[in-house]
């Protein structure tokens, strides 16, 4: 694989990472409010620029992709475990559509993070 390639399933990992981390948590859906959470919810934002911003460091490509990447794997493993969820009740995850909003606006920093890493590869390009 290239190595945009890598960085894009590096994105895609991540994104199934948070949402293992943060909505799964290892749980069934009953037990997922009532548990200690495994990190506290505001380190997603945090952690998403921090993955925006080390996945696109020294990327020559379209560095927008790479943050498109990373939400694209946190919608699909959060749509798998929707669907799991509802196979053994369907009254769970009433309010679904809500929380893909909830996803994009809590990893919206990995856009900033991307565009952090766009403003430094600039700025090596002209001192450079």
């Known amino acids: 694989m ?3 390639e890598w ?3 590096s994105a895609v990992f991540m994104g199934v990472m948070f949402d293992a981390v943060f909505l799964w948590k290892f ?5 997922r409010e009532h548990g200690p959470d495994l990190l506290p919810w505001y380190l997603l934002p945090v952690l998403a620029f921090v993955a925006g911003l ?10 927008r992709w790479v943050p498109v990447a990373l939400l694209g794997g946190f ?23 809500f929380e ?12 900033l993070g991307a ?10 390009k002209v001192s450079g």
């Open 100 to 111: 893909f909003v909830l996803i994009a606006v809590a990893t919206a920093p990995a856009f």
């Open 7 to 9: 960085r894009y399933a």
């Open 75 to 97: 919608f699909a493993a959060n749509a798998c475990l929707i669907v799991a969820d509802c196979s053994a009740d369907p009254t769970n995850h009433n309010l679904w559509p």
């Open 27 to 31: 749980r069934p859906y009953t037990a």
């Open 54 to 63: 080390l996945l696109t460091l020294g990327f020559d490509g379209k560095k």
């Open 2 to 4: 290239s190595s945009r």
């Open 115 to 124: 565009g952090v890493s766009h403003l430094i590869g600039r700025g090596r």
